[in-house]
Nanobody, 125 residues
Framework: QVQLVESGGGLVQPGGSLKLSCVASAQTVSTYTVAWFRQAPGEEREFVAAISSRGGGTYDGDSVKGRFTISRDSAKSTVYLQMNNLKPEDTAVYYC??????????????????WGQGTQVTVSS
């Protein structure tokens, strides 16, 4: 059983930045594919970004390309989501998800076995 704990959410003005962290209880987070999803009120959960267990390849959702960057610090068992140029439509609860090994359908939430409790991100002036 792997536990995931997100942090770093908060209130930020449009155009601002936030960095989310997802700390995993797994000793070797590099053997897991880890993704960020988000869910706004009344909306379905949306894929944001993922980092693969295979070589650390990264994948971004269309709505965040060029603004968000996912990265991994294996020594700290932590995956980060750097969010720049935030927009009001980025407002959501952000969740970290993980699955050991390779994930074929990396944007599909049902592929993931472990989830964090979520952290709220609010973009507003």
């Amino acid at each position: 059983q792997v536990q995931l704990v997100e942090s770093g959410g908060g209130l930020v003005q449009p155009g601002g930045s936030l960095k989310l962290s997802c700390v995993a209880s797994a000793q070797t987070v590099s053997t897991y594919t880890v993704a960020w999803f988000r869910q706004a009120p009344g909306e379905e959960r949306e894929f944001v970004a993922a980092i693969s267990s295979r070589g650390g390849g990264t994948y971004d959702g269309d709505s965040v390309k060029g603004r968000f960057t996912i990265s991994r610090d294996s020594a700290k068992s932590t995956v980060y989501l750097q969010m720049n140029n935030l927009k009001p439509e980025d407002t959501a609860v952000y969740y970290c998800a993980a699955k050991e090994g390779y994930v074929g359908w990396i944007q599909v939430e049902d592929e993931y076995d472990y989830w964090g409790q979520g952290t709220q991100v609010t973009v507003s002036s």
